[in-house]
């Protein structure tokens, strides 16, 4: 999900050694990028750049990244957030669930890596290339949230109502974000996405649980 990109490990979503080296390849390219678009921006900086500042080499970077946006779009975080909600207490209403998680990673990603966090929704703010390519990748969360929710509710995951909560969701994610980059990141991210899931209680789209 957007802003939120770290991946906490639990006994339950700890990857295997290969899949870890996999992650720490990623990390260390992340790194490297992030390192670079800070010093020069992003459209000076190259995925050359990027392999020597990461020690990798060009196909490397590329054979985990197929484009520059993905490096900074792109984590591990989804399997951790689909187990996190399963995790919820089974009665609990789904919108405290999502709540839950979120409001966590979010914390989580501001107190580990505020300056990545930053840096990522300027770029998403201030370069098209990178905000459309966050639009696609939503695609993928979104499915992961319409089998979670499938599960919760007892609904089918193509469900054109669980299609549209998932996407509605993230999408209202992926605008708050947007938002706080706009107000120069002065507000507390975390308690504006409290104030968009009130939106979307208000407004009704918590019947999905009914």
Not at 96 to 117: F, G, K, Y
Not at 130 to 147: D, F, G, H, N
Not at 153 to 181: Q, S
Not at 191 to 207: C, V
């Given at each position: 999900m957007p802003a939120a990109r770290t991946s906490p490990s639990t006994p339950e979503t700890r990857p295997g050694l290969r899949e870890r080296k996999k992650i720490k390849t990623r990390a260390e390219i992340r790194r490297a990028t992030f390192r670079l678009v800070s010093a020069q921006g992003w459209d000076a900086t190259t995925i050359d750049q990027i392999a020597e500042e990461a020690e990798f080499s060009p196909s490397t970077v590329l054979r985990y990244?197929?484009?520059?946006?993905?490096?900074?779009?792109?984590?591990?975080?989804?399997?951790?957030?689909?187990?996190?909600?399963?995790?919820?207490?089974?009665?609990?209403?789904?919108?405290?669930?999502?709540?839950?998680?979120?409001?966590?990673?979010?914390?989580?990603?501001?107190?580990e890596h505020p300056d990545e966090v930053l840096l990522r929704t300027r770029l998403m703010l201030e370069v098209p290339a990178v905000r459309a390519r966050m639009v696609e990748s939503v695609s993928v969360t979104s499915r992961m949230l319409c089998r979670v929710i499938a599960e919760r509710t007892g609904r089918d995951a193509n469900e054109l109502e669980v299609r549209i909560f998932a996407t509605g969701l993230l999408a209202a994610v992926l605008e708050t974000t947007l938002y706080w980059a706009e107000r120069g990141q002065r507000d507390d991210l975390v308690d504006l996405i409290d104030r968009m899931l009130r939106t979307f209680e208000e407004g009704g789209l918590s019947r999905i649980d009914g």
């Amino acid at each position: 999900m957007p802003a939120a990109r770290t991946s906490p490990s639990t006994p339950e979503t700890r990857p295997g050694l290969r899949e870890r080296k996999k992650i720490k390849t990623r990390a260390e390219i992340r790194r490297a990028t992030f390192r670079l678009v800070s010093a020069q921006g992003w459209d000076a900086t190259t995925i050359d750049q990027i392999a020597e500042e990461a020690e990798f080499s060009p196909s490397t970077v590329l054979r985990y990244f197929p484009v520059k946006e993905d490096i900074v779009l792109t984590d591990e975080y989804d399997p951790v957030m689909e187990s996190a909600l399963r995790s919820r207490p089974a009665d609990e209403p789904l919108l405290q669930s999502v709540r839950a998680v979120v409001t966590a990673a979010m914390r989580r990603s501001l107190d580990e890596h505020p300056d990545e966090v930053l840096l990522r929704t300027r770029l998403m703010l201030e370069v098209p290339a990178v905000r459309a390519r966050m639009v696609e990748s939503v695609s993928v969360t979104s499915r992961m949230l319409c089998r979670v929710i499938a599960e919760r509710t007892g609904r089918d995951a193509n469900e054109l109502e669980v299609r549209i909560f998932a996407t509605g969701l993230l999408a209202a994610v992926l605008e708050t974000t947007l938002y706080w980059a706009e107000r120069g990141q002065r507000d507390d991210l975390v308690d504006l996405i409290d104030r968009m899931l009130r939106t979307f209680e208000e407004g009704g789209l918590s019947r999905i649980d009914g």
